[in-house]
């Protein structure tokens, strides 16, 4: 298993896997962004540097590789780019939204009315994206509808997807929507290193039996519950087995 500058925060992924995440940042919203994202939680919040970052980094690597591994990848390695650098942007909102990363790594659950607040992210995050779309649009014609991509796939990566829409570019945008969905919820079940509880919660919620033995059939149902089977041409399912097998072994 290949590990990173940041060690075990990228569990699984190399570190030229989360790197081409972070130049697609650079890329579709300036290297400044990039930097800020990176700065903004190492210096202003407790809990675990970095993060919140690590996370976009590796949603957007486990997103890439399944549309390598299950998706068109291959034959088409653009759709890689776009599913990286959308899953990459999904939380965007949480480094632009005053008070929401303070919240997050409070280590305490949080009110109703923060909880407003958190969420909000996402919206917040998508209308920041578009902004930049408008005022700075990267160079290619490529780049630009990946930022439009990953303006909607902010703004809807916490929200019910409405049925299927007739219109192409929004049919597109929401079945990123649904692939950042999936792979943000296995990341955050299976991946993420520093949730620490996740073995008591597994037990709790029968993902886990008393012996440590997981229980995939149920871990896919609440990771994918709501979603479509496969989006983008990816079974989500497949998103699922790939966040497992990432799985740090001492969870
Ligand atoms: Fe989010
Ligand atoms: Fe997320």
Same mark, same amino acid.
């Given at each position: 298993?290949?590990? &990173? @500058?940041?060690?075990?925060?990228?569990?699984?992924?190399?570190?030229?896997?989360?790197? +081409?995440?972070?130049?697609?940042?650079?890329?579709?919203?300036?290297?400044?962004?990039?930097?800020? $994202?990176? @700065?903004?939680?190492?210096?202003?919040?407790?809990?675990?540097?970095?993060?919140?970052?690590?996370?976009?980094?590796?949603?957007?690597?486990?997103?890439?590789?399944?549309?390598?591994?299950?998706?068109?990848?291959?034959?088409?390695?653009?759709?890689?780019? #776009?599913?990286?650098?959308?899953?990459?942007?999904?939380?965007?909102?949480?480094?632009?939204?005053?008070?929401?990363? !303070?919240?997050?790594?409070? &280590?305490?659950? %949080?009110?109703?009315?923060?909880?407003?607040?958190?969420?909000?992210?996402?919206?917040?995050?998508?209308?920041?994206?578009?902004?930049?779309?408008?005022?700075?649009?990267?160079?290619?014609?490529?780049?630009?509808?990946?930022?439009?991509?990953?303006?909607?796939?902010?703004?809807?990566?916490?929200?019910?997807?409405?049925?299927?829409?007739?219109?192409?570019?929004?049919?597109?945008?929401?079945? #990123?929507?649904? #692939?950042?969905?999936?792979?943000?919820?296995?990341?955050? +079940?299976?991946?993420?290193?520093?949730?620490?509880?996740?073995?008591?919660?597994?037990?709790?919620?029968?993902?886990?039996?008393?012996?440590?033995?997981?229980? +995939?059939?149920?871990? @896919?149902?609440?990771?994918?519950?709501? #979603?479509?089977? !496969? %989006?983008?041409?990816?079974?989500?399912?497949?998103?699922?087995?790939?966040?497992?097998?990432? $799985?740090?072994?001492?969870?």
């Amino acid at each position: 298993m290949a590990y &990173g @500058r940041d060690g075990e925060l990228f569990a699984g992924f190399s570190w030229e896997e989360c790197q +081409m995440g972070e130049n697609s940042i650079a890329t579709l919203i300036g290297r400044k962004s990039l930097l800020y $994202m990176k @700065r903004f939680q190492e210096q202003e919040f407790g809990g675990h540097p970095k993060a919140t970052f690590a996370h976009s980094l590796r949603v957007g690597a486990l997103m890439a590789r399944a549309v390598t591994e299950f998706g068109d990848g291959a034959a088409y390695p653009e759709n890689v780019a #776009l599913a990286r650098s959308v899953g990459t942007l999904h939380d965007w909102g949480k480094y632009i939204t005053e008070g929401v990363m !303070a919240l997050i790594h409070s &280590g305490r659950a %949080a009110s109703e009315e923060e909880f407003v607040k958190i969420r909000s992210h996402a919206p917040k995050g998508g209308a920041h994206l578009a902004q930049v779309l408008a005022e700075q649009p990267p160079a290619t014609a490529h780049q630009r509808s990946t930022l439009h991509h990953a303006s909607y796939v902010a703004t809807h990566h916490h929200s019910v997807l409405p049925a299927q829409p007739t219109d192409e570019g929004l049919r597109l945008s929401m079945d #990123l929507t649904a #692939l950042t969905k999936a792979a943000d919820a296995a990341d955050a +079940m299976l991946i993420d290193p520093t949730r620490t509880y996740r073995a008591e919660r597994f037990r709790k919620e029968g993902l886990m039996s008393a012996t440590g033995a997981l229980n +995939m059939e149920r871990i @896919r149902e609440s990771a994918l519950r709501g #979603l479509p089977e !496969a %989006a983008f041409g990816v079974p989500l399912a497949g998103v699922v087995d790939l966040a497992c097998d990432l $799985m740090p072994v001492a969870a």
